[in-house]
Structure formats: structure tokens, C-alpha cells
């Protein structure tokens, strides 16, 4: 079955908190994004989000965003989210996903594109690296607020 791609809008809130939930599952981590949130974050300037739809059912999710970076001297891409459903994963979804947010990463002018993954996620490493990127640095993180 066909998998298509397309850009979400406020009218797929409900599909993208129930894709962000398998994330959060994936992590152990509490859901906190709300449907109410999800119109406000397409709404912010230089974000995105694409779904992956097969047979009118949203199987997978990118989030990206745009930027200007003073290193580069330009605009540079940062893929904050990559979910793909249980069922629907090694299925290729991912992988579209990802070549579209970069194709029009590139398209935009970006002059990098980054992302994060966790070091136990051997498995989305290997993808990543078959699409070209590269372990280049250490993402340090330090959450503001306690989970829940």
C-alpha cells in the first residue's frame, strides 16, 4: 500500500498527539503536548510538520524547523521529531520522511541539517547515516521543569 506525505495542518491535531504519544511511550517519557498546542506550533514561523498517511491512516510524523545560524551565515534546518507508528515501521516511512524535510531544507537555501538521537537508538542512527548524516557533535540537554 502507498505511502504518501504531506504537510499537517491544525486539522490533524489529533494524529499528531497520537503519534507524538508512541514517542513519548518509546522514551518513558509523560505526554505533554494537548491538541490545543499543535495550531499554535504550525502557526510559529519556520516550523513544520509532515505526516506520512497509508490508506488515510497518519503512520508517521517529521518535525522541522528553520532557522538563521551565525556559523553558516544562513538559514539551517533542525529535525526536532521523527515517529513512526509500530506497524508501519521498516516500511520505508522514516526514510521518505526524512529526504523530504531535507529536500526542502536544501530547496529553502539551508546550509546545514541537524537532529538528535538518543544513544541507545542504534537502529534510527543507522538511518540517519545512510541518508548522510554525520555524528559531528554532543547535544547536551537540560530539562527547565520537572516531567508530569
Known amino acids: 500500500m502507498p505511502i504518501t506525505v504531506r504537510d499537517a495542518s491544525a486539522a ?12 513519548a511511550d518509546s522514551e518513558a517519557w509523560p505526554l505533554e503536548l494537548t491538541e490545543e498546542y499543535v495550531p499554535a506550533y504550525l ?3 519556520g516550523t513544520h510538520v509532515l505526516l506520512a498517511e497509508q490508506d488515510g491512516r497518519a503512520v508517521g510524523l517529521l518535525a522541522y524547523s528553520l ?3 551565525l556559523f553558516h ?3 539551517i ?5 521523527v515517529v513512526v507508528a509500530p506497524a508501519a515501521r521498516r516500511t520505508g516511512v522514516a526514510t521518505q520522511l526524512l529526504r523530504l524535510a531535507m529536500q526542502r531544507m536544501k530547496e529553502c537555501g539551508c546550509k546545514e541539517v541537524s537532529l538528535s538521537v538518543g544513544f541507545h537508538n ?3 542512527q543507522r538511518l540517519y547515516r545512510s541518508l548522510g548524516l554525520t555524528e559531528e557533535s554532543l547535544l547536551l540537554e537540560r530539562h527547565l521543569y520537572p516531567p508530569g
Open 122 to 124: 542504534t537502529e534510527a
Open 77 to 81: 534546518g533542525y529535525i526536532e521529531e
Open 12 to 23: 490533524d491535531a489529533v494524529a499528531v498527539v497520537h503519534l507524538v504519544a508512541e514517542l
Open 67 to 69: 532557522r538563521p545560524g
Open 43 to 45: 502557526g510559529f514561523p
Open 73 to 75: 551565515g544562513g538559514e
